[in-house]
Nanobody
Framework: QVHLVESGGGLVQPGGSLRLSCAASGNIVAVGLMGWYRQAPGKQREFVASITSTGMTNYADFVNGRFTISRDNGENTIFLQMNGLKPEDTADYYC?????????????????WGQGTQVTVSS
């Protein structure tokens, strides 16, 4: 069983900052690509940023240099530092991880989602 748990969301004023964390736990053999997605009310979930196990990063165009994704491989944790937040960044932010675990004595690769953390940008 693998769990991804996000934290760090909250209410922030426009122009403010938040740092999201996502920790993976369970019977983990290895963690590959991890990323952040978000879903605003009434909209589809969209990609925000991703990071490989070797630290290569990718960002959605709307990030425009405001967010930074990082990871601590030793703790199976990723972070999303969000600066210059705008009201349109308001959404539930979800962590996704490609994780290899052990099932029935065999290694099994699959992707897992966290439960989400809410980010509200408002004055």
């Amino acid at each position: 069983q693998v769990h991804l748990v996000e934290s760090g969301g909250g209410l922030v004023q426009p122009g403010g900052s938040l740092r999201l964390s996502c920790a993976a736990s369970g019977n983990i053999v290895a963690v590959g690509l991890m990323g952040w997605y978000r879903q605003a009310p009434g909209k589809q979930r969209e990609f925000v940023a991703s990071i490989t196990s070797t630290g290569m990063t990718n960002y959605a165009d709307f990030v425009n240099g405001r967010f930074t994704i990082s990871r601590d491989n030793g703790e199976n944790t990723i972070f999303l530092q969000m600066n210059g937040l705008k009201p349109e960044d308001t959404a539930d932010y979800y962590c996704k991880g490609d994780i290899i675990t052990v099932v029935g004595g065999h290694e099994w690769g699959d992707y897992y989602w966290g439960q989400g953390t809410q980010v509200t940008v408002s004055s």
